[in-house]
Structure formats: structure tokens, C-alpha cells
């Protein structure tokens, strides 16, 4: 396999032997702007967007990029040009999305832990719909709503016990999982709720997991959802907006699942005539092969047993091959010709975990080579940390043959910044 495919987009392609993000060469940004370092290409990001658009075409929709999978304010203003919403699983992400641009009848906001504050600055904001998790967090929503003289739009998180067959730790439409209210008990919830003088019955949400191949799961919720939409029905309740959630998986290794293409279209075709506005929750797709982090080699070890190159990139930069198992392509970001070897790519931090790649085929690798950790757009600067004393990395966004810088690498002045010395 070559290592142009190995990049999973072809915005992140090589001119002879050089890695390029669109039309700039991933070493001379590395060169600008140091290592660590992100990549985005705006490319990338807005082709799955209009994918996704395109497929949801003549129906009423709503597209609302889950904050989660990267916080970028620059990369959701981009969206939010495009049309995008937001789904929101905190009041810190609503902040985000204010600042990014998004219109509050764009949001919706999900989590099971909504505090006080949160829905006080939710129902000022005037988002479309609260999605609630449980019976106290709507009571909850009541009760603010009523002290502030406003009605709540709320939908219920139905938690339709469909297994999302994908990663344990990523999976949240089953029973035992701590997201929604159980099927069979929504229908009491939605009643109750429409009987509350404060909360507005405005939708129906579900999200039953991530890293999906295709859209059967979310058609299997989408079936439930209307079907308990036809019953409420029948009581007078009406809902206008069916939330089905995010999930859609990109290619890490070889996977191939549906394009957001094929997946919205399968969507419309379930839900068209039903009139209702189809929501969806995209995160992971949108973002996920929009990115690389590259990295520079610091060191080549080699004992009797491993080659190792020890990069300038660590698990506190891409948590996700520590937390989850997950698996990240790497190349080279000068792909010199030569015989691979099988080189493990780690970290520097004081951990066996951190370790981005074991027995990957490199070339010879000296200190001072860059690598690019690839699909590393989404969950990776959002799950970004300081552990070991290591400051966050930068962010550049490239256009065309335009890069500019869209977070500043943080300096050791932001180790101590909200810390108390005596
Ligand atoms: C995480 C999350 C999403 C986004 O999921 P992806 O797999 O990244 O598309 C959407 N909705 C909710 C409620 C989420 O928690």
C-alpha cells in the first residue's frame, strides 16, 4: 500500500515524495509553525459537510456538528457559513458556538448533566430544543424556565436499546447505558412534559453511537422514533423535529464506511413525507480525516529487540490510540525511496500507553524526519491535556495555498496560568 492512500483524503496527497495539505507542503508549515502541530484542510472538512447537505436535499433538515469532535472556533465558523448548527454537550460549547457564530435556533444541546447554569444560559441563548436525559433534568428545566418567564424547548433523549455494534466505550443506545430514557418509558415522560406549564414538546432525539459503517443502527432508532412520534400523536402530542444523532465512522484503516453522501440519503428516504425536520449530529465524520498532527523525530532508539521513534508528539497531544486502542495511519511527511522497516512510533511521556503506532513500515527514520499521524481531526486537540508538564500543541487551517494559524502553541506561562502560589 502506497502512503498516499494511507492519508485517508485525498487533500492530504504527496508531490513527488513531499506531503501536501491541499496545495502547501506539510514541511514547510512544520518549518512555520513548529512541531507538534495540526493540520486541517478546509477541503476536507466541507466536502463531508456538503455531503451531507446534498444528501438531506428538499427535505427539512438541520445539520448540527457535534462541538465535541473539535472546538476550533475557526473550523465551526466555517460550518456555520455553510449552515450548520451545533449539538452541544455543555455550556462551555454553547460559549463556542456563540462565539463561533451559530445562531441559537441552530442548537440543540444533549448530556445527561445539564446543571442550573447551563439551561439558564441554553433557554437565553433561544436554542432550538434542550434534550433531556431524565425525568429530574425536566423538572429541573421546568422549574428554571418558569422562574425566568420563559417556556423551555425541550426534545426527550429516547435511548432506543439498539446496539450500535461499535467500540464498547463509544456505544450509548443500549439498556444498561447511561444516556436517554428507556423506550418504553418515554411516552409517560413525553405526557408528563406536556402537562408542565413551562416546557414546549418541540422533538424527539436518540444517539446511539459513534464509528458506525453504515446507517442501518440509526434507521433501526429512526423506525422507534417515529413509531412512538405516531403514538404520541394519537395523545395530541405533536413533535416537529426528529433528532436521530451523530455516529457516522470515517476510514482510520482500510474501513470503508458510507460517505455522508449515502448516509443522508438513506435518511431522507426513511423520513421523507413524514413531516417532521430531520436533525443529525455529525461529529467524528466531519472532522476526523480533515487533520494530521505531524511530528518530528527526536530520537531513533534501536535495542536488540524494537526500533523505536521517539516523536515530539505524545499522548497528551492524540489521546486516542492511549484511550481507546485506536488505531491512527502514520507516514512520513518526506517519503524517501528505500526498504521500509518496521519502526514502533511513542511518545516521550511516562507512559507504556503512549505509543501512537507499533510495527509501522517506515522508511529509515533520523532524528529530525516528520511523520503525520493521520484522521487525527477529530477527539484529538479536543482531548488534549498538559499532562507531564507538556503544553498544547498549534493549529493551522490551509486553504488552497493558504495556511493560517487557527490556535497558538501554548507557552509554559499557561502551565501555571490559573494556578495559586501561596
Ligand atoms: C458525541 C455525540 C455526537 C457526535 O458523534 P460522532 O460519532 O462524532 O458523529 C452527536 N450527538 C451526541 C449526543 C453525542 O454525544
Known sequence: MSFDELTNSRFFAYRDGDLFAESISVRSLAEQYGTPLYVYSREAMLEVFDGYRRGLEGIPHLICYAIKANGNIA???????????????????????????????????????KTRDEIEYALNAGILMLNVESEPELEAIDQIAGEMGKKAPVAIRVNPNIDAKTHPKISTGLREHKFGVPFEECAPLYERAAAMPNIEVRGMASHIGSSLADASPLLQALNRLLGLRDDLKSKGIEISYVDVGGGLGIRYQGESPLTSHEFASELKKRIEGAGVTLVIEPGRSIMGNAAV??????????????????????????ARPAIYGAHHNIVPVCAKEGTLQKIDVVGPICESSDVFGKDRELPELQSGDLLAICSAGAYGYAMASYYNGRVRPAEVLVEGSEARLIRLRETYDDLWRNQVLD
Open 75 to 113: 473550523l465551526i465558523k466555517q460550518l456555520a457559513e455553510r449552515g450548520a448548527g451545533a449539538d452541544l454537550t455543555s455550556g462551555g460549547e454553547l460559549a463556542l458556538a456563540q462565539k463561533a457564530g451559530v445562531p441559537g435556533e441552530r442548537i440543540v444541546f444533549s448530556g445527561v448533566g
Open 293 to 318: 498532527l505531524v511530528c518530528r523525530t527526536v530520537y531513533v532508539k534501536k535495542t536488540s529487540y524494537r526500533t523505536f521513534a521517539v516523536v515530539d508528539a505524545a499522548m497528551n497531544d492524540l
